[in-house]
């Protein structure tokens, strides 16, 4: 099983971007959905979530600004991040819950990370 996370760039205060992370190989099902961030010399944090019946959280940093979707045929989530502040830098970081098939246990896998910098 891969993650594949996309999407990230440079953009100015105030643009809007959108990530995207796709799984592949043998998965039977995809559970939790989120989204973490780390910015240099920090902790990583999440970001947004979103379960296998569509709730969704978020950071309180990001509450009204970001929006976590997912696209279970396509083994996808996405991150619509709008009003971007320079505080949001960071390298973004996608985590999915799946179980693979021929399997009873669920395992939590890791994207590769796209860097966001957002210039003032």
């Known amino acids: 099983v891969q993650l594949q996370a996309s999407g990230g760039g440079l953009v100015q205060a105030g643009e809007s971007l959108r990530l995207s992370c796709t799984a592949s190989g043998d998965i039977s099902g995809i559970y939790d959905m989120n989204w973490y961030r780390q910015a240099p010399g920090k902790q990583r944090d999440l970001v947004a979530a979103?379960?296998?019946?569509?709730?969704?959280n978020y950071s309180d940093s990001v509450k009204g600004r970001f929006t976590i979707s997912r696209d279970n045929a396509k083994k996808s989530v996405y991150l619509q991040m709008n009003s971007l502040k320079p505080e949001d830098t960071a390298v973004y970081f996608c985590?999915?819950?799946?179980?693979?098939?021929?399997?009873?246990?669920?395992?939590?896998?890791w994207g590769q990370g796209t860097q966001v910098t957002v210039s003032s």
């Open positions: 979103t379960t296998s019946d569509g709730t969704t």
């Open positions: 985590r999915m819950r799946i179980q693979r098939t021929m399997r009873t246990y669920k395992v939590d896998y």
